[in-house]
Structures are given as C-alpha cells and as structure tokens.
C-alpha cells in the first residue's frame, strides 16, 4: 500500500512540474522584434569580427544587414522610420566596401553610425510616449 502511495505521489509530482513548465513559455517574438534582434547579432558579429580582423566576415554579414534593412525600409509606413532605415542599409553598404578594402577605421566609424541610427529610431519612434 505505502509503494502504491509513494507512486501515485511521484506521478502527480511530475504531472505538476511538466503542466507548470508548459506554462512558463515565451510569448512569441513580433516580427519587428525579430528583426531588430537580427540587425543586433549582425552589429555585434561585425563588431567582435572587426576586433579579429575578419574582414570578409564583415562584409558577409553588412551585404546581409543591406539586404534586410533595403527589404524591410520599402514597407515601412512612418517616414522617419523609413527613413532611418535606409539610412542604415546605406551605412551597411558603406561597410561592406570598407570591409572589402580591410579599413577597419571606417568599418568602426560606420558601425557607430548605425548604432547611432538605432538609437536615434529608439527614442523617436520606439520609446515615444
């Protein structure tokens, strides 16, 4: 009788855990949400390979970083959130040209714009109240 108990005790354990953990999923990402999380796995991929010097790793991922901000920038309804996007596609495409040539003063100059761009579109447009 007391095996039966402490069974019956484990399964109902378990079962709690498992429909608790069930319940503590993420909600899902908004679609803006991943794609700002991209924008910042390219900056801060293109940012620890500059650090290494690796230049072509740059230039990969700044064709990529152009690619989504041009794709994305032409459906963007608020103008100065369009406009702030193209204007990181045209740094990005700066980038890729530095990075092309391995200056990597100007890949570091055009990396702070950009983040410069993303905070600029933070605080207009984001975090607006």
């Known amino acids: 009788m007391k095996k039966i108990i402490a069974l019956l005790s484990v399964a109902v ?4 855990v ?14 803006a949400q991943k794609i700002m ?7 801060t991929a293109m940012s620890e390979n500059l650090v ?19 794709k994305v920038g032409e459906n963007v309804p608020n103008p100065l959130g369009k406009e702030l996007t193209l204007a ?6 700066d980038i ?3 990075a092309a040539g391995k200056n990597g ?3 570091k100059v055009k990396l702070g714009e950009i983040k410069s761009k993303c905070g600029e579109c933070h605080a207009k447009i984001r975090d607006k109240k």
């Open 13 to 16: 354990f378990t079962s709690a």
């Open 18 to 31: 498992f429909a608790f953990a069930a319940g503590d999923a993420k909600p899902e990402l908004r679609p």
């Open 37 to 43: 999380q991209a924008r910042a796995a390219w900056l």
């Open 52 to 70: 290494a010097n690796r230049f072509e790793a740059i230039s990969k991922d700044a064709d990529e970083l152009v690619a989504q901000t041009n």
């Open 88 to 93: 990181i596609a045209s740094l990005a495409k």
């Open 96 to 98: 890729s040209v530095a």
């Open 105 to 107: 003063e100007t890949v």
